[in-house]
């Protein structure tokens, strides 16, 4: 007797435990953004790198109370089936002596995401929404595919007010409570992208 594959059917309400089921099952980072099941492949080693690098340049300069961390997402308010998981968070150092696993949109400093090779614009937009409508004060987009940035801040009616655009070599200048500049010049772009004149 043959056994039928795993596919969970979502229904309202269990969404994040289809997205734990798939997690498991497929090694897939999974998330539940604006009520759809989001599936990212383990990051490319530039992809990590990019993450490190950041990282490398908040955690020591970080106000007393932050710290950046990896693997923690982020909880739609109000609603229990909704979170991404960014590639980088800045939340207080409590964090990571808590038991839970979503953070609070309110506790984030600063949110990073970094853009897959494969990424499509519709799903970096549908995200950057999502951060948005939960109340990220602070998103930081890195797209090692041109080598660019974006950070966005001032969330209000679902969308970001302000976004300010760079590209690699240009530093990216933190809001308060961080209000630190990130090098950008060494940051790794995918393939044979180039690097940005």
Do not use: C, F
């Not at 020591?60 to 590639?87: F, K, N, Q, R």
């Not at 001032?154 to 530093?171: H, I, T, V, W």
Request: net charge negative; hydrophobic share 35%; proline share 11%.
């Amino acid at each position: 007797m043959s056994v039928p594959p795993l596919r969970p059917r979502p229904r309202p309400g269990n969404l994040r435990d289809v997205a734990g089921k798939i997690e498991q099952a497929t090694g897939l980072r999974v998330q539940v953004v604006g009520g759809s099941l989001v599936m990212s492949p383990t990051p490319r080693g530039k992809h990590a790198g990019v993450i490190l690098m950041l990282r490398r340049q908040i955690d020591p300069v970080a106000p007393e109370g932050l710290a950046a961390y990896e693997v923690s997402s982020i909880a739609m308010p109000g609603d229990p089936d909704d979170y991404v998981t960014p590639d980088l968070i800045v939340l207080p150092r409590e964090w990571g002596e808590d038991d839970d696993w979503l953070a609070d949109p309110r506790d984030v400093a600063l949110a990073v995401e970094v853009i897959s090779k494969s990424e499509k614009a519709r799903d970096i937009s549908q995200k950057n929404d999502w951060y948005a409508v939960a109340g990220v004060t602070a998103l930081l987009v890195i797209d090692p595919r041109h080598g660019t940035w974006a950070l966005h801040t001032r969330p209000r009616d679902g969308g970001y007010q302000d976004a300010l655009r760079g590209k690699y070599g240009e530093e990216i200048p933190l809001p308060d409570p961080l209000g630190l500049r990130l090098a950008t010049e060494r940051l790794p772009v995918y393939g044979d992208a180039g690097r940005p004149d």
